[in-house]
């Protein structure tokens, strides 16, 4: 028997005026745990607490922010980063976030999903996506453009880190308090925060509060663009593994697929792993029920044991 499949709010967050109504169609699907995705409005979340303390669903994770800031209508994890050089942005990420330990608290989660922040330089990950769609992968321009884009983000990355570490020190301790994990997710592209190289030193000064969410459609367009091999990546983080969203990945760019419906070799994967971490169906909306429900059968047959 496969492993349990939580399934996150992001597939279906946007058509819902009522949190209860939102969870009650998640369960009719057939699944019995949830992640609460970035695109929880405030005014979906008395709601959501009703269906919960109905015995509707139980949560696996929360994704940070979760409930959004007010003011935010629109699914928006990176509305505030601990990267930004405004303080006051940072101010108002680390309250948002210590407001969505409570949250998970108070729904009885155990994980959360961090973003940890962008490094503002240059966006270039469309550029070599598209490059690679036209058969340019490795090609002088393709190589050139990833040197500078690499360079430029460790620059970043060193210069910013400090301003990361202090707020997540204080996210950790909060945590702890409440019994919360925080995973800190694998990012798509080179202008985010960490790149894959650079987890060994982001996790050597942090508590045991943190753990590592590797998302398989964010580490497979990486490995499209040749930034990380994605098979021996996931073996090397595997003993830090406390969830994964789980959704398939078509080139160029196309993740948040359904299970398989893509490239990734998922059954190369399961033998590596060394822990129990969360499994998390994250889709596209554009993803149909019925294919979510073909997801469902997928994952009975062909999940991790």
């Given amino acids: ?5 939580s399934i996150s709010t992001c597939w279906n967050s946007h058509r819902h005026q009522d949190g209860r109504a939102m969870l009650e169609e998640l ?4 699944f019995d745990t949830v992640e609460l995705g970035h695109g ?7 709601g959501v607490r009703e269906a919960i303390d109905a015995g509707v669903v139980k949560i696996s994770s929360l994704h940070n922010f979760c ?3 007010i003011g935010f209508t629109r699914a ?3 509305c505030y980063e601990y990267t930004d050089p405004r303080p006051a942005r940072r101010r108002h990420a680390l309250k948002h976030t210590l407001e969505t330990i409570d ?4 729904v009885g989660a155990s994980r959360i999903v961090l973003h940890l922040g962008s490094t503002g330089q240059k966006e270039v990950t469309p550029d070599l996506e598209s490059a690679v769609a036209h058969g340019g992968w490795g090609s002088r321009k393709f190589v050139a453009t990833k040197i500078k884009a690499l360079a430029a983000h460790e620059k970043a990355a060193r210069e910013r880190w400090p301003w990361v570490r202090d707020a997540l020190l204080q996210i950790g301790a909060h945590a702890r308090e409440k019994k919360i994990l925080l995973g800190l997710e694998c990012r798509e592209c080179v202008e985010e925060f960490p790149l894959d190289q650079e987890w060994d030193w982001v996790f050597a000064e942090l508590g045991d509060s943190f753990g590592y969410w590797h998302d398989f459609g964010h580490a497979a367009r990486k ?3 040749g930034w990380i091999e994605h098979l021996p990546h996931f073996r090397r983080m595997a003993p830090r593994l406390i969830g994964c969203h789980v959704h398939d990945f078509n080139l160029p760019a196309q993740d948040h697929q359904a299970l398989g419906e893509g490239i990734i070799p998922f059954a190369d994967f399961w033998p590596c792993l060394e822990t129990n971490p969360v499994f ?3 889709l596209s909306p554009r993803v149909t029920q019925q294919q979510v429900d073909a997801c469902r059968t997928w994952w009975k047959k062909n999940g991790p044991e």
């Fill in 1 to 5: 028997m496969a492993r349990p499949l």
């Fill in 103 to 106: 949250a998970a608290a108070a």
């Fill in 67 to 69: 409930p959004l800031p």
């Fill in 223 to 225: 490995d499209a663009l």
């Fill in 76 to 78: 928006n994890p990176n």
């Fill in 27 to 30: 369960a009719g699907m057939g």
């Fill in 40 to 46: 929880i409005r405030f005014s979906l979340w008395p």
């Fill in 280 to 282: 998390v169906l994250e």
